[in-house]
């Protein structure tokens, strides 16, 4: 089913460098309170227990550490499956894919608390990771379902200031359930410092794309050498029937 869902709910969602969401970590274990911690080489410590007497939580990756140069956690797919094989955690993508590398492409954060069932969100350091994201698309609070929501693209404005290679927008639909990850669409962005608009609407109907339900979209501007600038995504929302 790909129609988008009604009614529809507009969104504009604008990023620039180290402002975009790598993923989100939330803790629901039974300890008192909890934190992560990304350390400056991307590495990712979790820690519970009672508040100010927390310790590393030996559930997730190797005593509480999420080593992102070991080939075991070195996408952000690897990532968040392990978070979420431990009882304490749970992990979902947001303005990433699956397959990147999450080796030392993440912010540096100091140790953040969060008590059950908080949520802290990880975001992506532009000039490792070399992209920019914006996800549109609804998700519920349990992780990785997205029943009945859908998402469309009416325009993308970009600015690029790469140096050197080359600049993409790539679109793509993603179905969290099931781990996939298409591209739908993939042009070239504008010259570096060159802002670039991208229009799908014509005549007021229209878009680039309507998701299937239960999946979101998820745009990327690239650098295949340099990245540093904004992402501007027009676009629209919906949940229900």
């Known amino acids: 089913m790909n129609a988008i869902l009604h009614p529809k709910q507009p969104v504009v969602k604008h990023f620039l460098d180290d402002a975009d969401t790598g993923l989100k970590v939330r803790y629901i274990g039974d300890e008192e309170s909890a934190s992560v911690t990304v350390a400056a080489d991307g590495n990712l410590t979790f820690q519970h227990g009672d508040k100010d007497s927390e310790a590393v939580d030996n559930t997730v990756g190797v005593s509480g550490v999420l080593d992102v140069s070991n080939a075991a956690y070195d996408t952000f797919g690897e990532v968040v499956d392990a978070i979420n094989a431990s009882p304490n955690w749970e992990a979902y993508l947001v303005e990433a894919l699956r397959a990147d590398s999450s080796n030392d492409t993440l912010l540096a954060m100091a140790e953040t608390f969060i008590v059950k069932n908080g949520e802290v969100t990880l975001y992506k350091d532009t000039s490792a990771a070399l992209n920019i994201g914006v996800r549109i698309g609804k998700r519920s609070n349990v992780v990785g379902s ?76 690239i650098g295949s050498a340099a990245c540093t600038g904004s992402l501007t995504v027009i676009g629209a929302t919906a949940t229900g029937l």
């Open 146 to 221: 997205e029943e009945m929501s859908a998402a469309e693209i009416y325009g993308i404005n970009s600015l690029n200031t790469y140096s050197s290679g080359t600049s993409l927008i790539n679109v793509y639909e993603i179905d969290e359930v099931a781990k996939t990850e298409t591209l739908i669409y993939s042009a070239a962005a504008g010259a570096t410092t060159v802002a670039d608009a991208k229009t799908f609407v014509v005549n007021g109907r229209g878009s680039l794309a309507s998701s299937k339900v239960g999946t979101h979209l998820l745009v990327k501007m």
